[in-house]
């Protein structure tokens, strides 16, 4: 069993930047693949970015250019930095953990393991 707790999210201006941390009890940086997901008011929960144990990344086509995804491993600790954030980037952030070589395709259903979720609210 793996538990995942975000933190580091807040309210921001639009142009702002905000970095989300993910800790995990378990050593998830070999075989897993981390991502992390968003819901706004109202939407379906969406992907937003994953990362393989060996550092391949993939966004959404929403995100890309302003957000990155990273792995610490020494730490166990999945970030997400977030550069020029608009409104419609305000939402529940959720981190996610799934044991897979390489990565799933970024939806729900393939991700097992789920954190609580933090919140970003970007205004304009």
């Known amino acids: 069993q793996v538990q995942l707790v975000e933190s580091g999210g807040g309210s921001m201006q639009a142009g702002g930047s905000l970095t989300l941390s993910c800790a995990a009890s378990?050593?998830?940086?070999?075989?897993?693949?981390r991502a992390w997901f968003r819901q706004a008011p109202g939407k379906e929960r969406e992907g937003v970015a994953s990362i393989t144990s060996g550092g391949y990344t993939e966004y959404a086509d929403s995100v890309k250019g302003r957000f990155t995804i990273s792995h610490d491993k020494a730490r166990n600790t999945l970030s997400l930095q977030m550069n020029i954030l608009n409104p419609e980037d305000t939402a529940m952030y959720y981190c996610?953990?799934?044991?897979?070589?390489?990565?799933?395709?970024?939806?729900?259903?393939?991700?097992?393991?789920w954190g609580q979720g933090t919140q970003v609210t970007v205004s304009s």
């Open positions: 996610a953990a799934e044991p897979y070589f390489g990565c799933p395709d970024l939806t729900v259903n393939a991700f097992r393991y």
């Open positions: 378990a050593d998830t940086y070999g075989m897993y693949c």
